[in-house]
Protein backbone atom coordinates (compact mmCIF):
# COMPACT_ATOMS: atom_id res chain seq x y z
CA UNK A 1 0.00 0.00 0.00
CA UNK A 2 1.27 3.66 -0.64
CA UNK A 3 -0.08 7.10 -0.32
CA UNK A 4 -2.45 8.32 -3.74
CA UNK A 5 -2.99 11.67 -2.18
CA UNK A 6 -2.99 13.96 0.02
CA UNK A 7 -5.84 17.38 0.52
CA UNK A 8 -4.94 20.28 2.66
CA UNK A 9 -7.92 22.33 3.31
CA UNK A 10 -7.50 26.39 2.26
CA UNK A 11 -9.38 29.45 2.93
CA UNK A 12 -7.92 31.31 -0.64
CA UNK A 13 -7.11 28.80 -3.59
CA UNK A 14 -5.43 31.26 -5.20
CA UNK A 15 -3.18 32.34 -3.07
CA UNK A 16 -2.82 28.59 -1.89
CA UNK A 17 -2.15 27.64 -5.47
CA UNK A 18 0.16 30.48 -5.92
CA UNK A 19 2.37 29.31 -3.12
CA UNK A 20 2.42 25.16 -3.53
CA UNK A 21 2.77 26.17 -7.70
CA UNK A 22 4.91 29.21 -7.62
CA UNK A 23 6.72 29.20 -4.07
CA UNK A 24 7.36 25.30 -3.32
CA UNK A 25 7.67 24.73 -7.60
CA UNK A 26 4.92 22.09 -7.33
CA UNK A 27 4.15 21.32 -11.04
CA UNK A 28 0.65 21.69 -11.74
CA UNK A 29 -2.00 19.25 -12.69
CA UNK A 30 -5.15 21.36 -12.62
CA UNK A 31 -7.00 24.13 -10.77
CA UNK A 32 -10.78 24.95 -10.43
CA UNK A 33 -12.02 27.00 -7.53
CA UNK A 34 -12.95 24.72 -5.29
CA UNK A 35 -10.35 21.79 -6.04
CA UNK A 36 -6.62 22.15 -7.71
CA UNK A 37 -4.10 18.96 -7.72
CA UNK A 38 -0.58 19.17 -8.08
CA UNK A 39 1.90 16.11 -9.15
CA UNK A 40 4.65 14.53 -7.82
CA UNK A 41 6.59 12.07 -7.50
CA UNK A 42 4.59 9.10 -6.06
CA UNK A 43 1.04 11.25 -5.19
CA UNK A 44 -1.00 13.95 -5.37
CA UNK A 45 -1.15 16.87 -3.45
CA UNK A 46 -4.97 18.32 -3.50
CA UNK A 47 -6.20 21.89 -2.50
CA UNK A 48 -9.99 21.86 -1.43
CA UNK A 49 -11.52 25.30 -0.84
CA UNK A 50 -12.89 25.89 2.39
CA UNK A 51 -14.79 28.77 4.19
CA UNK A 52 -14.83 27.42 7.79
CA UNK A 53 -10.76 26.70 7.83
CA UNK A 54 -9.83 27.83 11.36
CA UNK A 55 -6.26 30.00 10.30
CA UNK A 56 -3.64 29.10 12.93
CA UNK A 57 -0.04 29.13 12.98
CA UNK A 58 1.89 25.96 13.04
CA UNK A 59 4.57 25.08 14.92
CA UNK A 60 7.54 22.80 15.07
CA UNK A 61 5.75 21.76 18.82
CA UNK A 62 2.06 22.56 17.95
CA UNK A 63 0.83 19.85 16.65
CA UNK A 64 -3.00 19.29 17.00
CA UNK A 65 -4.99 15.96 16.67
CA UNK A 66 -6.28 15.63 13.52
CA UNK A 67 -4.08 18.25 11.55
CA UNK A 68 -1.21 16.44 8.84
CA UNK A 69 2.08 17.66 7.76
CA UNK A 70 2.93 17.04 4.01
CA UNK A 71 6.47 16.10 3.95
CA UNK A 72 7.97 16.87 0.56
CA UNK A 73 11.86 16.23 -0.08
CA UNK A 74 14.25 18.03 -1.93
CA UNK A 75 18.20 17.61 -3.59
CA UNK A 76 19.28 20.50 -1.41
CA UNK A 77 17.89 21.54 1.59
CA UNK A 78 19.57 24.80 1.93
CA UNK A 79 19.04 26.64 -1.93
CA UNK A 80 15.53 25.60 -0.94
CA UNK A 81 15.65 27.25 2.55
CA UNK A 82 17.19 29.90 1.11
CA UNK A 83 14.62 30.22 -1.68
CA UNK A 84 11.48 30.40 0.59
CA UNK A 85 13.05 32.80 2.99
CA UNK A 86 13.43 35.05 -0.12
CA UNK A 87 9.75 34.70 -0.75
CA UNK A 88 9.18 35.51 2.70
CA UNK A 89 8.10 32.09 3.68
CA UNK A 90 7.54 31.45 7.41
CA UNK A 91 10.18 28.92 8.66
CA UNK A 92 9.01 27.03 11.61
CA UNK A 93 12.24 25.25 12.01
CA UNK A 94 15.60 26.17 10.49
CA UNK A 95 17.15 22.94 8.34
CA UNK A 96 18.90 20.64 10.88
CA UNK A 97 19.44 17.14 11.10
CA UNK A 98 16.78 14.88 12.56
CA UNK A 99 17.12 11.07 12.91
CA UNK A 100 19.97 11.23 10.45
CA UNK A 101 18.03 13.39 7.40
CA UNK A 102 18.10 16.83 7.26
CA UNK A 103 14.73 18.79 7.63
CA UNK A 104 13.33 22.24 7.81
CA UNK A 105 9.98 22.94 8.68
CA UNK A 106 7.81 25.80 6.28
CA UNK A 107 4.20 27.48 6.94
CA UNK A 108 1.72 27.80 3.69
CA UNK A 109 -0.76 30.53 3.66
CA UNK A 110 -3.02 28.99 6.13
CA UNK A 111 -0.84 28.07 8.40
CA UNK A 112 -0.25 24.53 8.34
CA UNK A 113 2.92 23.42 8.63
CA UNK A 114 5.19 21.64 5.47
CA UNK A 115 7.82 19.14 6.20
CA UNK A 116 11.02 19.35 3.62
CA UNK A 117 13.82 17.11 3.72
CA UNK A 118 16.51 16.96 1.92
CA UNK A 119 17.33 13.78 -0.48
CA UNK A 120 19.49 10.97 1.31
CA UNK A 121 22.46 10.43 -1.82
CA UNK A 122 24.29 8.58 0.30
Known amino acids: MRVNYAIVFV ?4 QSI ?3 RDTLGLPLRFETPA ?7 GATLA ?16 MPAGRCRPGFEVP ?8 MIASNVLCAQ ?5 F ?7 VDPDGLAISVA ?3 LG
Request: cysteine-free; proline content about 2%.
Open 11 to 14: SDMA
Open 18 to 20: AFY
Open 35 to 41: WTEFATD
Open 47 to 62: LHATEELAVAEATAGD
Open 76 to 83: DLDEFHAR
Open 94 to 98: EPKDV
Open 100 to 106: GTRIGQY
Open 118 to 120: EAN
